[in-house]
């Protein structure tokens, strides 16, 4: 249905934004003006501790001035529950009183129709489920019980059974007065082009219904009780209620625990998401088997800014993640992205569930590797880089793979990240190929042109010992975040090239990584990985030279582990913003202690003859630095009690969290 601006702005005036707003925040008593419809809070977006996020009642409409987040009270809604902009548009118009206008005539007739066979759909779902509990249904019972499916769990998604008659259903609705034509188009009968009677779609399965975003009916999956049987799943056909492109199931249970979770677990099949469900995993959906659309990663984003996908860890399994790969890319948008999980091979979710409980799944889940690692392993495990040729073959698959993203600051994230690691890859293999010459100068073979493999990797170039500096920590670790977050690099690099760093590698590192980020972004990094400064890889070494993990899932050295040495905070997936302020925090470290060093100069030419202007300015240069040192002590304290949230906040595969909700009878 579509939605007049008259009616949205009378919806808007009659209920006030605040409202909306007040069950997900606690007003600030001290900045906010009721009276003047002004209200302030921490925001409900990312975790804060001072209320950045505002409420202009007289405008109608919130913003946050710590992560930038907007809108009305529909986009309000839409963001904090997952509804869809109808749902929203719905729910307020019952809240303020406003009648929402009655459909054109074509409209009402298509409502009416899928009305109708919503309730054929419900019909036939309660038709299987009492047939499950029939002699009949003595296989599809063994077949629960093999899947260790509770009792609550089958009630709760009416699962049922479906006779191996031709007619069973048919006969069944038909008694209860539904047309055969409806049945047909409802999807629950096949009916034959040559003329003979219609049959039933469904026959000796195991039947789960497939519900909406309301938890209305509208399809069904079928698993074959057979051994024989083919296809082992069987879905209903497209329909005027059911859509497998932009279907996801099990998406109304899942919406208010992956919101309140902030995460999002998606698996390949219903019988593993209902496996999961029951392990305490409320927050799992499943894709019906289709290739991921559009409509559907943007129904995931409902749920989770980065959901994470299980994958089984086979050659399918892994096609199955390049596939869903290149169906996100371009969609991906500023705070939204995936993770990849591959499940050791031959395992799927209920196998984790029966040996180790919903902490072996947990385990897996928090080896996710972010979609970008995916992308990266796909095109270089397989790629020869042994000739100019080949190089600048893979950099232009993966520029052409970036290039397709819409979102022009994920893209020059992107960019810059993949330029990092082909800088890297390319340096390892000609230095790997120059050890394997030797003196004579004759390769000792082709090995070293493989783009993937650990044999050809040079040993690792010698990592510097920290010296006595105090800074040398901050200086380090910048460069660590730097790289793992380009776009902070990007969106900071004239300050970061203006910092003063005392540690001459640090220091040659940092100007070689701004001039990628400026002057040599255009320049391919076959033509100029070379002539950058050995010292760059030393520190680049540090953080992709290590074995990552490969996308069939083994167990290997992850990225950044000295990073996350550092900064052991990284580990509990902090929010973007966090992020940004430490890196901040850190680039304020170190111009304080340039400042630092400026005014020690400047009083040093003193000397003894210091006139009025010299001392005034020497005054100011002092009050602006124990300003600078008073903001950066209050951001320090910040950070810090913010972390102490982080860290005590269990992650959204936490088994505490699953344990506890799969104790509340599920």
């Not at 909406?212 to 057979?226: E, H, Q, S």
């Not at 900071?492 to 540690?503: C, H, K, P, Q, T």
């Not at 001039?515 to 070379?530: C, G, K, N, Y």
């Not at 966090?578 to 020690?600: A, K, N």
Request: aromatic share 8%; net charge negative; charged share 30%.
């Amino acid at each position: 249905m579509r939605f007049s601006p008259g009616l949205l702005d009378e919806i808007r005036a009659r209920l006030p934004l605040s409202e909306v707003v007040a069950r997900r925040v606690s007003w600030d008593r001290r900045k906010t003006q009721v009276a003047r419809g002004d209200f302030w809070a921490c925001c409900p977006f990312h975790q804060e501790k001072t209320p950045s996020f505002h409420v202009d009642d007289r405008r109608g409409r919130y913003k946050c001035f710590g992560c930038g987040a907007s809108g009305d009270h529909f986009r309000f809604l839409t963001e904090t529950e997952g509804l869809s902009f109808p749902e929203a548009v719905e729910r307020l118009a019952e809240q303020s009183g406003v009648p929402l206008p009655a459909p054109d005539p074509r409209a009402a007739e298509r409502a009416e129709m899928r009305a109708s066979l919503a309730d054929v759909c419900e019909m036939a779902a309660r038709y299987f489920q009492a047939e499950l509990t029939t002699s009949g249904g003595e296989a599809a019972r063994a077949y629960v019980t093999r899947r260790r499916l509770k009792p609550e769990t089958v009630r709760e998604f009416r699962i049922g059974f479906a006779p191996n008659g031709r007619d069973g259903l048919k006969r069944h609705l038909l008694g209860k007065g539904v047309d055969e034509a409806a049945m047909v188009e409802a999807g629950l009968l096949i009916r034959p082009d040559d003329g003979r009677a219609s049959y039933d779609r469904f026959r000796n399965r195991l039947i789960i219904p497939i519900q909406d975003d309301r938890g209305r009916v509208v399809a069904f999956g079928g698993r074959t009780l057979d051994p024989d049987g083919q296809p082992k799943y069987l879905n209903s056909p497209e329909t005027p209620l059911f859509h497998k492109g932009t279907m996801v199931f099990n998406f109304h249970r899942a919406r208010e625990p992956a919101y309140r979770l902030g995460q999002a677990l998606v698996v390949e099949g219903y019988m593993d998401a209902i496996a999961l469900w029951q392990a305490g995993f409320t927050h799992v959906v499943a894709s019906l088997g289709t290739a991921f659309t559009e409509e559907q990663v943007g129904r995931l984003w409902r749920l989770a800014p980065e959901p994470v996908i299980c994958f089984d860890g086979d050659a399918a399994g892994v096609a199955a993640a390049h596939r869903a790969v290149d169906r996100i890319l371009p969609v991906l948008r500023s705070g939204h992205s995936f993770g990849f999980v591959f499940l050791p091979d031959g395992k799927d979710p209920d196998d984790l569930v029966a040996e180790g409980g919903a902490a072996a799944v947990s385990a897996q889940l928090d080896r996710a590797m972010p979609l970008i690692d995916v992308l990266w392993s796909r095109e270089v495990e397989s790629a020869r880089i042994d000739t100019p040729e080949r190089k600048a073959a893979l950099e232009k698959s993966l520029d052409d793979l970036v290039r397709s993203i819409a979102d022009e600051r994920v893209k020059r994230g992107y960019q810059l990240d993949i330029r990092l690691r082909l800088s890297n890859l390319f340096y390892r293999q000609a230095r790997a190929m120059r050890d394997q010459a030797g003196p004579g100068g004759a390769s000792g073979g082709k090995r070293a042109g493989r783009a993937g493999g650990a044999p050809d990797a040079p040993p690792s170039l010698s990592r510097a010992e920290a010296p006595a500096g105090p800074l040398f920590g901050s200086e380090r670790t910048l460069c660590g975040l730097c790289l793992k977050y380009p776009e902070l690099l990007e969106r900071y690099v004239e300050r970061i090239s203006l910092a003063g760093i005392s540690d001459a590698l640090h220091a040659r590192f940092r100007d070689e990584l701004c001039r990628i980020a400026t002057e040599l972004q255009d320049v391919p990094v076959s033509s100029f990985f070379e002539t950058l400064d050995e010292r760059f890889y030393q520190i680049l070494s540090e953080v992709l030279e290590g074995e990552e993990r490969g996308a069939r899932g083994g167990r290997l050295q992850p990225r950044f582990q000295d990073l996350m040495q550092r900064l052991p905070i990284l580990r509990h997936d902090p929010p973007a913003d966090f992020i940004e302020d430490l890196f901040c925090h850190y680039l304020d470290t170190l111009e304080i202690r340039g400042l630092e060093q400026e005014l020690e100069a400047e009083l040093d030419a003193l000397g003894e003859a210091v006139d009025e202007e010299a001392w005034q300015r020497f005054r100011a240069q002092s009050q602006d630095l124990a300003r600078r040192r008073e903001e950066c002590a209050r951001d320090e304290q910040d950070l810090a009690d913010r972390g102490r949230v982080l860290r005590n906040a269990r992650p959204a595969t936490a088994v505490a969290a699953m344990t506890a909700q799969s104790g509340q009878g599920h």
